[in-house]
């Protein structure tokens, strides 16, 4: 067997591994959402199916699929139909660049950052279009909040992960996560970009407090209102998934990603897997963060939201790459 | 004049002043975060309130008013003796009784139909107030389930077991 063959194959197999692994996650996560919500609101949560209501995810996928599919007359129909893919596909392959574990992630790419930044914001499309191509007037607005918020949000996002590049001198993923397994986690050297980044990340994935794009009390469902069937269910798991992946990219830039912080990861297979374990951990530990958050506060208005993004994110994230910039280079002694 | 008002009414609607740190929101977000972590964990006196129903049934109170039943005296008798009180003072007109005549000495009538509709019936317990035998009462039985029309009318039988 030949070299490039051996790592087709071997890339496949992790590809099948990691996808296979946030596929399973999102339902879960989804599982997870309605319990700890029922947790915070003293109720007791979906427990019927299967042990622990385990299974309840499978059933919720199951009545999806048997629904009727309706198309609303004067819809785009090409554009209603491509919509949910755009949500959903984006968000599953921006994963690949990210590393779950020591050495082991779907592509080793130089540029992570910039891969997984602008794969992620391609999400933006799916809502824009699924708002646009319903001819609805609630759909249409959602998806307009949604684009101009994450295009907001971006840019305070893309402010807090340079100064978290100027520090690593990286903008390869593994590098990074290498670069804080030596010198300590980047959140204790960067809070204030980490805050930015995780409040960047909640409006990204229109999540609560941010969810401006679905919005019940004012716009029925946002840009979901005319979909049905499994093609609510894709967006559903677009969104679900793109929030897997923001934690992980989080997690990745912060939070040591795969570092176990208080031992040394020993050499070969048994390392790797400890260096999973840790990821998959604190990956949880952010997804909960995201549901607690979800259940806590009340939805932002949507000027609060620009004015918070535009006049506090945004100078803010400068701010700090500016104070970065000169630490940096009084300590390295250059420039 | 009309200057001094529009000068009022904008410092009426004029914005509250408001610190940094409530700008920030986060000392609002760390507190509301730490309440619902509260009520996650289950402390400081929350819990869950929610009957795990085909399982557990919710508790009746009593006094509570349920479905009804014919009481029954030391001979085994059903202690009505049709006189109609109840189903005169019913606000919802559900009893309906047919009167015959009793093979007893100690009264003159018996029920021959006691009937109560029950998907009429709003539990007031005006009649358990009316009955001047005490013959008639409510239950602290809560489900009241059929699956059509006329087995919600209960006939003397199904009231006298109740």
Known sequence: ?335 | MRSEMTEENKNETERPRRSWGFLLYLPAVAKGLYNTLLHILKLKGHKTFTVQYPEKRPEVRPGFRGEHRLKIDELGREKCVACLMCQTVCPSNCIDIVAEEAPWEDRDKRPRIFQIDMLRCIYCGMCEEACPCDAIELTEKLYTVSTSRAEMIYDKEKLLSN
């Open chain 1, 1 to 335: 067997m030949n070299d490039n063959l051996q790592d087709f194959l071997m890339g496949a197999v992790r590809a099948a591994a990691i996808f296979g692994g946030i596929m399973t996650l999102a339902p879960m996560l989804v599982m997870a959402e309605r319990r700890i919500c029922a947790a915070i609101q003293n109720r007791v949560g979906p427990n019927r199916v299967g042990p622990m209501g385990l299974l309840q995810p499978l059933a919720d996928v199951i009545k999806l699929l048997f629904k009727e599919e309706i198309i609303p007359d004067r819809a785009d129909r090409t554009l209603f139909s491509l919509a949910p893919l755009l949500a959903f596909a984006p968000a599953a392959i921006s994963f690949v660049a990210i590393p779950v574990g020591r050495d082991l992630q779907v592509a080793d790419l130089n540029v992570g950052v910039l891969y997984v930044l602008a794969i992620t914001s391609l999400g933006v499309y799916g809502i824009s279009f699924g708002g646009w191509a319903s001819n609805s007037k609630y759909s249409l607005l959602g998806g307009i909040r949604s684009s101009a918020q994450i295009i907001s949000y971006e840019i305070a996002m893309g402010l807090a992960i340079v100064s978290v590049l100027m520090i690593s001198g990286n903008v390869h993923l593994g590098s990074i996560v290498e670069w804080q397994a030596e010198n300590g986690w980047i959140i204790f050297y960067q809070p204030l970009a980490f805050i930015i980044f995780l409040v960047a990340a909640f409006a990204e994935n229109n999540r609560l407090p941010f969810d401006m794009a679905e919005c019940e009390s004012e716009l029925v469902g946002g840009f979901h209102t005319e979909y049905t069937g499994m093609k609510f269910g894709m967006f559903f798991l677009g969104e679900y998934i793109a929030m897997v992946v923001m934690s992980a990219l989080l997690v990745t830039l912060f939070l040591g990603g795969w570092d176990p912080v208080f031992f040394e990861l020993p050499e070969g297979a048994g390392g790797t897997a400890i260096s999973v374990l840790c990821f998959t951990v604190k990956l949880l530990a952010v997804l909960f963060l995201y549901i607690w958050v979800r259940w806590t506060l009340p939805r932002f208005r949507y000027d609060q939201l620009m004015k918070l993004g535009w006049k506090a994110f945004v100078p803010l994230a400068l701010l700090n790459i500016v104070l970065t910039g000169i630490v940096v280079s009084l300590l390295t002694g250059t420039g």
